[in-house]
């Protein structure tokens, strides 16, 4: 059984009143939505991460130094 808590502002009044099928379903659809949205933003973080680190790499490559390096990154 899932609930929501109704709280009536101008009297303090507290009410648990349970979901209906369709607030149950589009809570679904927000969770899952959510996920999709979540591991897209990690995916980009990662390949940021990823380019950074092959960046990093080229430029120690070219013979900068890790110094150099992060004065270019800085």
């Known amino acids: 059984m899932t609930t929501k808590l109704i709280i009536d502002c101008s009297t303090g009044e507290k009410t648990e009143v349970e979901l209906t099928a369709e607030e149950i ?25 990823e380019a950074k ?12 130094s890790d110094a150099e390096v992060q004065a270019l990154l800085g």
């Open 53 to 64: 680190a092959s960046a990093v790499a080229k430029l120690g490559a070219l013979g900068l």
């Open 25 to 49: 379903a589009q809570r679904e659809a927000d969770a899952a939505l959510f996920a999709e949205q979540e591991a897209a933003r990690q995916a980009e973080q990662e390949a940021k991460a």
